[in-house]
């Protein structure tokens, strides 16, 4: 399947770095023309500089804080104006919060429902009618595998992936029908700013198996291109993700909350 036809666009948020840089790179080989979009004005217009030689075709910078409730609209309407016509939106902004819950500030966590959550579900709601409406379109929402665990010193970044992957998973049958592919993506630990946004301890990620953004960012495509709901990105992760199916639901938990326990411990002897 083509993602994106003559004409089209792409459009990546949080492109200015990790796992969303690692999809505008891969689409720009592609010969895709882009949108990209975050907040690091600066990052966005060097990538798109750089992406431009690749690809041949210039990349539209649009420098957007996507956590205000009034961004999606704007970054829809921006795109609408410029007639940009989205066949491709990958949903990728998003941050974690790793640390004990009543410790975190408030607002910082209704940031990150904002961005992983709200954000995530507009600019789906505003991309998908006219991508119905053509026939044709791709949206490739960036979930996790933390999706599949309730994480403690992760809960409410684990829910909010949960939501993710849940609400991609149904609108892909939602969306099949009338040409449009719907994909939940799940990355495990990926070499990004991520742990360190997240406040993740060193001992944790350490003992989780990673991957390279730029892995990432091809399998998503490939899913996308074979019209795959979910797709787990590393096989090490696909093993105790099916694991799941077997053990007690209890269990899960425990085993992650005695993880992110033990590196916290770790990491403030250290
Ligand atoms: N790395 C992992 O281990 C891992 C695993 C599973 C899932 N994920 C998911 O993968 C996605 C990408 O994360 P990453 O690992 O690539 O982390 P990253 O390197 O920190 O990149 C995050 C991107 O999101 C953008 N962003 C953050 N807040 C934003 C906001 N308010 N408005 C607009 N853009 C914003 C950032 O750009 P600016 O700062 O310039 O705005 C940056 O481009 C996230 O949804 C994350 O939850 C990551």
Not at 8 to 14: H, S
Not at 154 to 167: D, E, G, I, L, W
Not at 191 to 203: D, E, I, W
Request: glycine residues 8%; aromatic residues 8%.
């Amino acid at each position: 399947m083509t993602l994106v036809s003559e004409g089209g666009v792409a459009l990546v948020t949080g492109a200015s770095s990790g796992i969303g840089e690692a999809f505008a790179r891969a689409l720009a080989r592609r010969k895709v023309r882009l949108v990209l979009v975050a907040r690091s004005r600066e990052k966005l217009e060097a990538l798109s500089r750089e992406l431009a030689a690749v690809s041949g075709k210039e990349a539209s910078v649009l420098a957007l804080d996507l956590s205000r409730r009034d961004a999606p609209a704007r970054l829809y309407s921006e795109t609408e104006g410029r007639g940009l016509a989205v066949d491709l939106l990958v949903n990728n902004a998003g941050f974690g919060l790793n640390a004990p819950f009543d410790e975190t500030p408030l607002e910082r966590i209704l940031e990150m429902l904002d961005l992983n959550i709200a954000a995530l579900t507009a600019l789906t709601r505003l991309f998908l009618a006219p991508m119905k409406a053509r026939g044709r379109g791709s949206i490739l929402n960036v979930a996790s595998t933390a999706s599949f665990v309730a994480g403690p010193y992760f809960a409410a970044y684990s829910a909010s992936k949960a939501y993710v992957r849940s609400f991609s998973h149904a609108l892909h049958h939602e969306a099949r029908p009338h040409g449009v592919t719907v994909t939940a993506l799940c990355p495990g630990y990926t070499n990004t700013n991520f742990n360190v946004v997240a406040g993740m301890k060193r001992g944790a990620g350490g003992l989780l198996p990673r991957q390279d953004a730029g892995r990432v960012a091809e399998i998503g495509l490939s899913a996308l291109e074979r019209r795959k709901p979910v797709r787990i990105t590393n096989p090490l992760d696909f093993l105790w993700i099916f694991s799941l199916r077997i053990a007690p639901a209890w269990l899960p938990p425990v085993l992650a909350a005695a993880l992110f326990r033990y590196a916290r411990e770790k990491q403030e002897k250290a």
